[in-house]
């Protein structure tokens, strides 16, 4: 394991585009092609059903996430050094419950607002995600907690 502490300038994750802000671009893009293209007709209630159906877990699974990152005492922002590695509450399910979230808000907001073209524009957001912070988060914490980090990398998948 490296030498990694909050006072070595070379313990960050090296994300360097905030997750949120690339779901963000991508809804304000949905949004021009909706404008330009409009596609997608779901009856209100439907959509309202199943915007409910992700936002409601999405709520549930980013406060527990922040919970457990309060507890541990460690920073949830993916540009701060990690104290502790968190593995408890949603992160026995899944290694990345915040961007879980943050897609499930996202394709909640688009079927609430009947948005197709949001929508379609989901599965870019979530590779952008995973390449500019996930896999990036992920080499520094095998760096920073080493053995621990590989048995839990092992044991917990990285979405669901």
Do not use: H
């Amino acid at each position: 394991m490296a030498n990694l502490s909050p006072q070595n300038p070379v313990d960050i994750p090296g994300v360097r585009f905030p997750p949120p802000l690339i779901f963000i671009i991508m809804f304000i893009a949905g949004l021009q092609l909706q404008r330009i293209f409009p596609v997608l007709d779901i009856p209100k209630a439907i959509g309202y059903l199943l915007s409910v159906i992700c936002m409601v877990p999405a709520a549930i699974i980013a406060a527990s996430s922040f919970i457990m990152f309060r507890r541990a005492r460690t920073s949830f922002l993916p540009f701060k050094p990690a104290a502790a590695l968190v593995t408890n509450g949603p992160y026995r399910f899944t290694r990345n419950p915040m961007y879980l979230s943050l897609v499930l808000l996202y394709v909640g907001l688009a079927l609430r607002s009947d948005l197709f073209w949001v929508l379609a524009l989901a599965p870019i957001a979530i590779v952008l995600v995973q390449y500019l912070a996930i896999v990036r988060e992920e080499q520094y914490l095998e760096r920073k907690f080493g053995q621990e980090y590989l048995i839990y990398k092992a044991r917990v998948r990285r979405w669901v």
